[in-house]
């Protein structure tokens, strides 16, 4: 009998959504389940995404063109000039969500067995996108006890080799929701154009920025013009995930002309997406993502605060984005959240979270690790937060006493 192939076999499931499956069982058994396991925002979609939807002409939904139709192309371009990025419109091509972006990122500016390095623990789709293109992770560690703040320029040069063509950042991160200070990319930046390589900066989470300091894009750096690429979205910013609009960005001409090819191969994104999220950029409010920032801020205080009172859980600074990742007392996280799902409820209750291995390229990691997304209302999150708080106290597992140790992995 025929079996899949190699490259299929060793693609590594998602720890944000292996677990889905015991959810659906526990709420089969009728315990609620709160979801922080995956960033989906319950924050209103803008009324214009439903009304440009709904004023899309009846005829023949055709295929749209496919760099992304006229108008959430214009849009996207006065978006970015507003907030001083400057973006031609033969540098943006429209992607289904940040992840196509990726994957056009690493197909356009890397060929198989290069590398690129990226910041650990990153974005677990990372390692599988870099695998689809065939491309090789390097990876440095940052640490929880550091608030998984931006190693030096210095150590990031010492994990270049000669393989090493990119260096992928998230800003602010997704896992960790650490943000990057301006003059730390500048930094990196100037080593980006010391050794010719590309900067990929994912900027999906811009918007949610908790600091007084604004974030600065990738792409508005002096010099970096033709090695900056930059990767974007509304899933979250303006809560239209299951739209899968996104955008890739780039003043290099070579790279977004692949871009272009890539995305005639897979012909076009979602048409009726497209009309609404056009419509939902150009005449949603910023008053809509000023509340919505607040919303989260507050979110993020509730979090912290009640993961702060939990004996043994370390929960580290967070300056952006909508996660939190956090140390449990427990020999091993990803077992922690299927018992907890399988084994345990309070109140009729109790938790999915994304175990932090998997946001690891060193083996052995983050196991007592767990990605928490604060995507729920604060009384809700209340309520999850007794939930794991109870569950650690009747949790059997044995508590680490240290990781492994760590450096560069590939």
Known sequence: MPTASQRSQIMPSSPIRRL???????????VHVHYLNIGQPDILSPQAFWEGVDQFQRTTLAYSPSPGRDDIRAAALEDYKKRGIP??????VVTAGGSEATLFAFLACFDPGEEVLVLEPYYA?????????????????TRIEEDFALPTVEIIASALTSKTKGILLCN??????????????LSIAQLAMERDLFLIVDEVYRDFNYTEVEIKSCLTVPGLEKNAVMIDSLSKRLSLCGARVGFIASH?????????????????????????????????????????????????????????????????????AFYAFVQLPVDDAEEFCKWMLSSFEHNGETVLM??????????????????????LETDQLKRALECIRIGLEQYPGKTLTQEPAVGVAR
């Open 20 to 30: 889905v499956p015991l959810a659906n069982a526990a709420e089969q058994k009728g």
């Open 87 to 92: 973006v031609k419109p033969a540098e943006l």
């Open 125 to 141: 789709n990372y390692k599988s996108i870099a695998q689809e293109a065939g491309v090789g992770l390097v990876s440095i560690m």
């Open 172 to 185: 602010p991160s997704n896992p960790t929701g650490c943000t990057f200070s301006n003059q730390h990319l």
């Open 252 to 320: 290099n001409e070579d790279v977004m002309s692949a871009a272009v090819k890539l995305s005639q191969a897979r012909l076009s994104i979602g048409t009726l997406d497209q009309a609404g999220a056009a419509k939902a950029l150009a005449e949603t409010p910023p008053e809509y993502m000023d509340n919505v920032r607040e919303e989260y801020r507050q979110r993020r205080d509730v979090l912290v605060e009640g993961l702060q009172k939990i004996p043994g859980v370390v929960c580290p600074r967070i300056d952006g």
């Open 354 to 375: 994304a175990p932090g291995e998997g946001f690891y390229l060193t083996p052995g990691v983050g196991r007592n690790q767990a990605r928490i997304a604060y995507v």
